[in-house]
């Protein structure tokens, strides 16, 4: 299940946080891509439509995209407006790049083709960030820094795992410069300023690109969940930085639930996602013991996932929003991890599922979620 | 009620062909509606003597719900009652998508009902292009397809490709192949070529419809032949054609010709040239 290659830019894109997203795309596609970034921050509204109706497809959307630009700039006080345009555009060929040529506004504008239909949620991902390198500026190096590559303003819990990340590198001496998306147009424009670029999950063409432009090397790490997942990321980027430091964890919190995770140690789970997917399944099977019986992307056969959840000893399932039809049918919990969740809110940004924190609260929720579901031994 | 539609290569006649067709008609005290789907919208300018706002401008300009039946259809020549869809400026939008909303604005108005035509006629764009252009196909609007083409390979080409149209929605719908009209304005006029190519794709030669002074003459009057030239050669042409059309029963479900079918046909071009040439 995925969302195509404009929900991938619109993602990439409105992780500039100071930045408008104008997407010029009908009205369906504003809304979907819109709402799966509201439902924990009701504030962001950082993005305008051009609203295409039957009109725009049958005479060209070029007009209201004029018009949207002039509103966009009058109403909002942003350095940067960011035009995708999606399907429709791209089909009747509208020329997107005159119209932004044509208007003189107040604020930068940077538009980028992200159709659907001609890629994956990561293509439009991976592509907006080679748009957006654009704005990048030399920077004088800051040694010991590094940039985060992969997350993306609607990623749950994006808040307390960036915070924890943070705090984590900080404590082994290491500096995050910028992180890509979700930052500021200034903090972006200065990526280059980092010592080397972490890429986590996506992101890598634009590591790749940095890295043949600017010389900035990059390192492909999992998602930090769990413990060792977490000593494992900071001990590597630590490494490269030559910083060395050992990072430590306290596992008194788990020992206070510890008969709680004997009985549900080989625990049979399943999970999907995005890029999270993997090293939520490394640490649901290495740390707590459970067993990993399906484990998929979102790029995969979601029907055939669905099936093999079906048809496995599954208690738990780990996924998104969109899992909670199946988790329903099987009438087992659902824990969501990953992106899109619309059907919970997330914000406290100091309850993190990434990080050493983020494994006492990611267990903590998967036992109340297990004990509040039906008791421990369902 | 008759419903049929007239398809070809742009610029091969179609909306002279359509309009006299309609123009003959009415003599009869037939009711007859032509319906224009090509974004130029200059079919019926024969039949009233002038542009009229099209379906699609008034989408603009009114938008959908404002829009009235009287606003889109006016009646030319004998009570002919013209419709013409429109479409965007050139290069921009999807003129596809117009022919698909125009349609279904008509519908929407209930124009068909309310005006209870013997007959309606589409005059549809150059090719099928895309879907929007086989709309007249796809949803049944029409009974048949009438082929306009002369002896012309691109125009026997796109000839073809209609009849591949027709075929893809030969499932879906009862719209068959009526037959050829064959416009004998090109270089090699030559009968034969376009009665093969009906025989190979299993239909017939309904009209020919030979060069003519007349034709032109009449349309810098903005007239049909039939109103301009009521008594000439050429007005009982169309009058013959829409009587054939009319009453044709024997229709088809083509069998489109392969490449190298289509090469064969252009070899019977290639000859009739040189021999041309030589003469």
């Keep these: 299940m995925d969302g195509g290659k404009f929900f991938g830019a619109f993602r990439a894109s409105s992780g500039i946080t100071d930045a408008v997203v104008l997407n010029h795309v009908p009205v369906g596609c504003n809304w979907g891509a819109a709402i799966f970034k509201t439902t924990s921050n009701q504030f962001d509204m950082r993005h305008a439509c051009t609203v295409m109706h039957e009109r725009e497809i049958v005479f060209g959307g070029e007009d ?10 009058e109403l909002y006080d942003t350095p940067l407006l960011l035009v995708i345009a999606g399907d429709a555009p791209s089909i009747i060929g509208d020329d997107v790049e005159a119209v932004v040529n044509s208007v003189t506004l107040d604020a930068e504008v940077m538009w980028m083709e992200a159709a659907g239909f001609k890629g994956s949620m990561m293509d439009g991902y991976e592509e907006a960030l080679l748009r957006l390198a654009g704005l990048m500026k030399e920077s004088e190096t800051i040694q010991g820094s590094v940039n985060l590559i992969g997350f993306s303003p609607d990623d749950f819990k994006v808040d307390a795992d960036v915070k924890e ?24 424009r200065r990526a280059p300023a980092a010592e080397l670029n972490v890429v986590l999950g ?44 050992e990072p430590e964890f306290d596992i008194e919190p788990f020992k206070r639930v510890y008969l709680y995770l004997h009985e549900l140690y080989g625990t049979p789970v399943s999970v999907i996602g995005d890029f999270h997917a993997e090293a939520m399944a490394n640490f649901l099977d290495g740390e707590l013991g459970f067993n990993v019986e399906v484990s998929a992307r979102n790029e995969d056969d979601y029907f055939a996932f669905e099936e093999e959840v079906r048809n496995s000893n599954t208690t738990i399932l780990f996924g998104s ?16 991890f990953c992106y899109p969740v619309f059907d919970n809110v997330c914000v406290y940004d100091d309850a993190p599922y990434a990080g050493f924190r983020g494994a006492v609260c990611l267990t903590e929720a998967i036992i109340n979620t297990v004990m509040s579901y039906g008791g421990m031994n369902k | 009620m008759r419903k049929f539609c007239v398809y070809g290569k742009g610029g091969i006649g179609k909306s002279t062909i359509v309009s006299n067709i309609a123009a003959a008609l009415s003599e009869n005290g037939k009711t007859i509606i032509v319906m224009g789907c090509d974004p130029k919208s200059d079919m019926t300018r024969n039949l009233i003597g002038k542009r009229i706002p099209t379906v699609l401008d008034l989408f603009r300009s009114k938008g959908a719900d404002k829009m009235e039946p009287e606003d889109v259809v006016f009646k030319g020549f004998n009570g002919v009652y013209c419709i013409e869809a429109g479409g965007p400026e050139p290069g921009v939008g999807c003129a596809g998508r117009g022919v698909i909303t125009a349609v279904d604005m008509l519908d929407r108005l209930g124009v068909f009902n309310d005006i209870e035509p013997d007959t309606v006629i589409y005059d549809v764009l150059g090719d099928v292009v895309c879907g929007g252009f086989a709309m007249p196909l796809r949803q049944g609007l029409a009974d048949d397809v009438y082929i306009v083409t002369t002896c012309d390979p691109m125009a026997i080409y796109a000839a073809n490709n209609i009849c591949k149209g027709i075929k893809r929605f030969a499932n879906r719908s009862a719209v068959t192949l009526g037959g050829i009209i064959y416009n004998g304005r090109s270089v090699v006029d030559e009968p034969s070529i376009v009665e093969g190519l009906a025989d190979r794709l299993g239909t017939k030669v309904l009209g020919r419809v030979p060069m003519s002074l007349l034709v032109p003459r009449a349309e810098l009057r ?18 013959d054609l829409a009587t054939a059309i009319c009453e044709n029963k024997d229709r088809v479900m083509p ?14 071009i290639e000859v009739l040239l040189k021999e041309r040439e030589e003469n």
Excluded: W
């Design chain 1, 64 to 73: 209201a995209l004029r018009e949207a630009l002039i509103r966009a700039d």
């Design chain 1, 165 to 188: 990340i943070k705090q984590l590198l900080l404590d082994a001496g290491v500096e995050v410069n910028t992180v890509i998306s979700k930052c500021s147009l200034e903090e972006f």
């Design chain 1, 202 to 245: 996506q992101g890598t063409l634009l590591a790749e690109q940095m890295k043949k432009e600017l010389g900035l090397p990059y390192l492909k790490m999992d998602y930090p969940y769990g413990l060792d997942g977490t000593a494992h990321f900071v001990n590597a980027i630590s490494e490269e930085l030559g910083t060395g430091h």
């Design chain 1, 321 to 336: 929003s969109f899992e909670q039809n199946i988790a329903e049918t099987l009438n087992i919990p659902l824990i969501r």
């Design chain 2, 222 to 239: 903005r007239k049909t032949v039939i109103e301009y030239a009521p008594d000439s050669e050429i007005a009982d042409t169309f009058r």
């Design chain 2, 255 to 268: 069998d489109p010709l392969s490449d190298d079918e289509l090469d064969e046909i252009n070899e019977e």
